[in-house]
């Protein structure tokens, strides 16, 4: 499949794994969205009235009305059935969906449905551990180590997230981010406050070279308020970037209320400036070992550091519209990358969790979803939105 391919998982899907405090849910979350997919179904019937594909199910198929997660057909012998798709006229027994060329109708062979997964490969796995690389081949495909057994000793409340060069097993690696006289215990992933079976909520999007995981662990929270973590290869501002692969996440556990380590909901003022949790592989020099980074986007309009905090009236009174920022990745005084599927909204949480802007009224024609976001201890402190549409790149 296509390694520019956007896709969107979340846990309210039918069929997602559970993130909860307890050992081995991040990876199986991570399994799942990276490689897997989920909520298989086989057999299904097929029908084609021009370019327009019918796909129908003896009984409900669970897949979300709104159309937003992608799709993934394989096992048809009539290959223009097989790829991943947008579903759109979902009901519960059918969904639609397009293609090129004029097969043969109905489809026949084995064939099997799932909600799409990002395409990326498990490379090592052990007990409640993995490392992941994305399965683009123009990316850097730098391995992301996951220990979810419990690394830091809470009850399971946190995963451990590093970045190497290489990797032999799940344990053995070279070119270690962030380093450990950089953070010794890893970039933390947050799963959730209590040692318990209790689901918590998760969205993910990416594509075959990145990916950004959104987790809301704290239940005392009155509203939805998500963390993120992100790992990947940004879009390069430079002709050849081998080790341009980005890990940021927490740098501690923040496990109840107000928030502590986290800087990745937030910019720099500064291109100069760097944050916390923010390491890639190597300096854009490409000579060894992992540097920090920063995001930098429009500080001026939005008149806050926090994503989506503040700044410009929304609608805006002028012409009605919504005004967003790319989000570039600075490290020492350049401008190295662009975080691609990202963006921030120069407004004061305009849309509100879980809104989707419809790409024909979008800044960039792309379908926008909205994350309610936090940087410190506010619960009610930023948004940041989602392209789910792509290609990125």
Not at 356 to 368: E, H, Q
């Amino acid at each position: 499949m296509s390694g520019t391919t956007v896709c969107l998982l979340r846990s309210t899907d039918t069929g997602a794994p559970v993130l909860n405090g307890v050992a081995g849910s991040c990876v199986a979350v991570l399994d799942a969205c990276l490689k897997d997919g989920y909520n298989s179904h086989t057999n299904p019937v097929f029908t084609r009235v021009g370019s327009t594909v019918t796909v129908t199910y003896a009984t409900a198929h669970g897949y979300a009305a709104d159309g937003l997660s992608k799709i993934q057909v394989s096992g048809c012998v009539e290959t223009e059935y097989n790829g991943i798709f947008t579903p759109f006229n979902v009901t519960t027994l059918t969904f639609d969906y397009t293609i090129t060329g004029t097969p043969d109708t109905p489809a026949t062979g084995t064939r099997i449905t799932k909600v799409a997964p990002c395409g990326w490969s498990k490379a090592f796995a052990g007990t409640n551990k993995a490392a992941y690389r994305g399965n683009e081949v123009t990316g850097t495909r730098l391995y992301l180590r996951v220990d979810d057994a419990n690394p830091h000793a809470n009850g399971s409340l946190t995963a451990k997230m590093v970045g190497y060069e290489t990797m032999s097993d799940v344990d053995t690696g070279t070119g270690l981010f962030p380093t450990v006289l950089q953070i010794a215990t890893g970039v933390w992933c947050n799963k959730s406050d209590v040692s318990s079976s209790a689901a918590k909520e998760w969205l993910l999007v990416g594509d075959g070279f990145e990916f950004h995981f959104f987790m809301r662990h704290v239940a005392n929270c009155t509203i939805p308020v998500y963390r993120q973590f992100h790992f990947g290869d940004p879009c390069s501002e430079m002709a050849s970037d081998p080790y341009g692969c980005l890990i940021y996440g927490d740098f501690g556990t923040a496990s109840s209320w107000p928030y502590t380590n986290n800087e990745t909901m937030n910019i720099v003022s500064a291109i100069s400036t760097t944050q916390g949790g923010h390491y890639y592989a190597r300096a854009y020099t490409q000579t060894a070992a992992a540097v920090s980074a920063g995001k930098i986007g429009n500080q001026a309009l939005q008149n806050n550091l926090s994503i989506g905090a503040g700044g410009l009236a929304y609608p805006a009174p002028h012409n009605n519209g919504l005004y967003i920022a790319p989000l570039f990745m600075v490290e020492s005084s350049i401008v190295r990358a662009q975080l691609k599927g990202i963006w921030q909204p120069l407004h004061l949480r305009p849309l509100g969790h879980g809104t989707v802007l419809a790409a024909n009224v979008s800044p960039i024609a792309r379908r926008l979803y909205a994350v309610r976001t936090t940087y410190s201890n506010s619960n009610n402190d930023g948004e940041t939105h989602l392209d789910i549409d792509g290609p990125w790149r």
